[in-house]
């Protein structure tokens, strides 16, 4: 199956500042990558995906971007409010079923 | 954006009863659903991949017979933990992927339900 490596597990910026948190999959097959944000003891909520046919996306503060030959798609947060705090997972979705794998997660924490 | 209903929020039992858990989509028709196992501080790990009128799929480890899953309808699924111990005392989350004639792009996402906390005695 897919392997997803996330890092960091854990980023604290200062508000304001610029957060990136970068995954890597094995699978060159794969077509979407999504990002969830998970707020502590509440569902995961996608805040932006990419496919595979598209380099970058951004959406006001948060942006994605995805390089397919090295196989590692990155999601750039500029402008951290502290309501960004939460948990990051990004997730590819595999050739198989639609299912999706997820990364560790990292706990961002922004600090006003 | 679509809407995934997830019953009850927190449940409390005590070892050996069963507890049904519920993932209803609410404005969008569903073929697969998904349900998802997180302990604390950690990521979502998935149990079973539920496709609508049909067997689930059970991920390696996970035993089909402990967690029951039925998918009836394009808008539920249920799971069913049976003789719950301890040991399945977790965060268990469903998601639904919009199946149908709907936006073709659409149809790769994963709406999550609110997740249920289950507690056993």
Same mark, same amino acid.
């Given at each position: 199956?897919?392997?997803?490596? &996330? ?33 502590? *003891? ?9 496919? @595979?046919?598209? *380099? ?8 994605? +971007? ?14 951290? &409010? ?11 979705? *595999?050739?198989?079923?639609?299912? $999706? ?12 | ?13 005590? @070892? ?9 989509? $609410? ?22 991949? @539920? ?26 699924? +249920? ?25 073709? $792009? ?16």
């Amino acid at each position: 199956g897919e392997n997803v490596e &996330q890092h960091p597990s854990t980023l604290s910026v200062q508000e304001g500042d610029s957060a990136v948190i970068k995954c890597t999959y094995s699978d060159s097959a794969s077509n979407y990558f999504p990002w969830y944000k998970q707020e502590l *003891g509440k569902r995961p909520q996608l805040i932006i995906d990419i496919r @595979s046919n598209v *380099g970058e996306k951004k959406d006001q503060r948060i942006a994605v +971007t995805l390089n397919k030959t090295a196989k590692h798609f990155s999601l750039h947060i500029t402008e951290t &409010q502290p309501e960004d705090s939460a948990v990051y997972f990004c997730a590819v979705r *595999g050739s198989t079923l639609g299912r $999706l794998y997820f990364g560790r997660g990292t706990q961002l924490t922004v600090w006003p | 954006g679509a809407v995934v209903s997830q019953h009850p929020s927190w449940v409390i039992c005590k @070892s050996g009863t069963s507890v049904k858990i519920e993932c209803r989509s $609410l404005d969008f028709q569903a073929t697969t659903m998904f349900w998802y196992r997180q302990f604390p501080k950690q990521s979502l790990m998935l149990m079973a991949t @539920s496709n609508e009128g049909s067997k689930a799929t059970y991920e390696q480890g996970v035993e089909k017979d402990k967690f029951l899953i039925n998918h009836a309808s394009l808008t539920l699924s +249920t799971l069913t933990v049976t003789s719950a111990h301890p040991e399945d005392s977790s965060f268990y989350i469903c998601s639904a992927q919009p199946g149908g004639s709907g936006d073709p $792009l659409a149809k790769n996402i994963q709406y999550f339900g609110a997740g249920t906390r289950l507690s056993v005695l």
